[in-house]
Structure formats: structure tokens, C-alpha cells
């Protein structure tokens, strides 16, 4: 069976560091498009980090960039969500997603609008980023 299974997520303070792991299994990731994507109370959900397997290319959008970081070990068929200085707006439910790469037409569009095309979804993991 395809599944993608996420952990890592619990309680952070403020500035602190976390490493989200996302696992899949029953397919291999290296010709996939991958994502994170986040819904917090009170905000819709938000494509936070997505890369593409094809080319290396990568999106952020402006509430993570420079503090989040998406990467990619094929061997351990996995991607990582690194979360460097979280705040409480980061709190969320965050799940990972996956598409074959060739079923995109960018990056971006993969993250912010073209979820339609994402074939597989993980279970979720909680984040609460509190003093």
C-alpha cells in the first residue's frame, strides 16, 4: 500500500529547532514531487515547503522563508521539514504530500494551488511552538 507517514512534530519554545521526518513507503520518492503543507487555528490550509525530485527545485513562501528548509534522503526514502526559529504562528497540523513529478507544471503552483494533483497524503503531526 502507498502511505506517507510524518513524526517528529510535539512542543517547541520560541527560537528553539525542530525536524519534522515524513516516510513513505509502498513507492519511491525519487521521481516524486514532495510537500508540506500546514492548517493552524483560525487560518487556512498553507503550502509551506515543496520540492521537486525531477529538477531540485524549491518553493517557500514569505511567512517561512529563511527559517524552514525542505530536503530530501532518497536512500532512506524520506523528506524533512527543518523548523529553525519557530513562533506561535507556526503552531499547525502539518502533513506531507507527494505526486509524481511529471504531473506538475511548477513548483509553486504544486504548493499554493494545484493540490488536485497530489496523490498521497500523510496522517499529520502536531507542532505547538509555546514558552
Known amino acids: 500500500q502507498v502511505q506517507l507517514v510524518e513524526s517528529g512534530g510535539g512542543l517547541v519554545q520560541p527560537g528553539g529547532s525542530l525536524r519534522l521526518s515524513c516516510v513513505a513507503s509502498?513507492?519511491?520518492?525519487?521521481?516524486?514531487?514532495i510537500g508540506w503543507f500546514r492548517q493552524a487555528p483560525g487560518k487556512g490550509r498553507e503550502g509551506v515547503s515543496c520540492?521537486?525530485?525531477?529538477?531540485?527545485?524549491?518553493y517557500y513562501p514569505d511567512s517561512v522563508k529563511g527559517r524552514f528548509a525542505i530536503s530530501t534522503d532518497n536512500a532512506k526514502n524520506t523528506v524533512y521539514l527543518q523548523m529553525n526559529s519557530p513562533k506561535p504562528e507556526d503552531t499547525a497540523v502539518y502533513y506531507c504530500?507527494?505526486?509524481?513529478?511529471?504531473?506538475?507544471?511548477?513548483?509553486?503552483?504544486?504548493?499554493?494551488?494545484?493540490?488536485?494533483?497530489?496523490?498521497?497524503w500523510g496522517q499529520g503531526t502536531l507542532v505547538t511552538v509555546s514558552s
Open positions: 504530500a507527494a505526486t509524481r513529478g511529471d504531473f506538475i507544471s511548477t513548483v509553486q503552483a504544486m504548493c499554493t494551488t494545484d493540490w488536485v494533483y497530489l496523490q498521497v
Open positions: 509502498g513507492f519511491t520518492l525519487g521521481s516524486y514531487a
Open positions: 520540492v521537486s525530485n525531477i529538477d531540485g527545485s524549491t
